[in-house]
T-cell receptor
Framework: KNEVEQSPQNLTAQEGEFITINCSYSVGISALHWLQQHPGGGIVSLFMLSSGKKKHGRLIATINIQEKHSSLHITASHPRDSAVYIC???????????????FGKGTHLIIQP | NAGVTQTPKFRVLKTGQSMTLLCAQDMNHEYMYWYRQDPGMGLRLIHY???????AKGEVPDGYNVSRLKKQNFLLGLESAAPSQTSVYFCASSNAGTSGHNEQFFGPGTRLTVL
């Protein structure tokens, strides 16, 4: 069973700061997801990646397959970025497959004005 | 498109009562999932389905049953609710694929309290 660990658990920063959230996992995976859970509870997919780096606006996600580690970066952080950020992995299954994701516990981010 | 919808949004049950949570998606996705989210824990997979008429157990299936009679709907049943099933339940769906690189789309969640 894959173990997904996130750090930090909680992070408070000032508006404009560069934010890094880390995710490590224990076994090989086929893909890693970064999700955002809003204070109201809704969950939105931010990134899905299996190698390298992806960028969307002020968000950047990287993954190092050899080190079993991924990071989510937020540049020029803003109070509206306040949310829980969740890392999740999709395990390798024979022939691909649809078994669900294994989730980290999330990082609670607060950006203060 | 409504995306993924869940019914009901909130429910309070007494121990031993039964209920069904409904998940519907209008994206023609093959795969559907039920997760539960508890304080201090990551989301955990209860059951999933790779297509109409098929279901499979996830990480925490005990006490739950599911059915996928129509492609767009995935039902989660609690036959005899227990306080340990107090949780927020999320449904998700995704496209089929052989690479496993499929984005999951989540419903808004159902908050269930079992007294």
């Amino acid at each position: 069973k894959n173990e997904v660990e996130q750090s930090p658990q909680n992070l408070t920063a000032q508006e404009g700061e560069f934010i890094t959230i880390n995710c490590s996992y224990s076994v090989g995976i086929s893909a890693l997801h970064w999700l955002q859970q809003h204070p109201g509870g809704g969950i939105v997919s931010l990134f899905m990646l299996s190698s390298g780096k992806k960028k969307h606006g002020r968000l950047i996600a990287t993954i190092n397959i050899q080190e079993k580690h991924s990071s989510l970066h937020i540049t020029a952080s803003h109070p509206r970025d306040s949310a829980v950020y969740i890392c999740a992995t999709r395990n390798r299954t024979p022939g691909g497959g649809a078994d669900g994701l294994t989730f980290g516990k999330g990082t609670h981010l607060i950006i203060q004005p | 498109n409504a995306g993924v919808t869940q019914t009901p949004k909130f429910r309070v049950l007494k121990t031993g009562q039964s209920m069904t949570l409904l998940c519907a998606q209008d994206m023609n996705h093959e795969y559907m999932y039920w997760y539960r989210q508890d304080p201090g824990m990551g989301l955990r997979l209860i059951h999933y389905s790779v297509g109409e008429g098929t279901t499979a157990k996830g990480e925490v299936p005990d006490g739950y049953n599911v059915s996928r009679l129509k492609k767009q709907n995935f039902l989660l049943g609690l036959e005899s609710a227990a306080p340990s099933q107090t949780s927020v339940y999320f449904c998700a769906s995704s496209n089929a694929g052989t690479s496993g690189h499929n984005e999951q789309f989540f419903g808004p969640g159902t908050r269930l309290t079992v007294l």
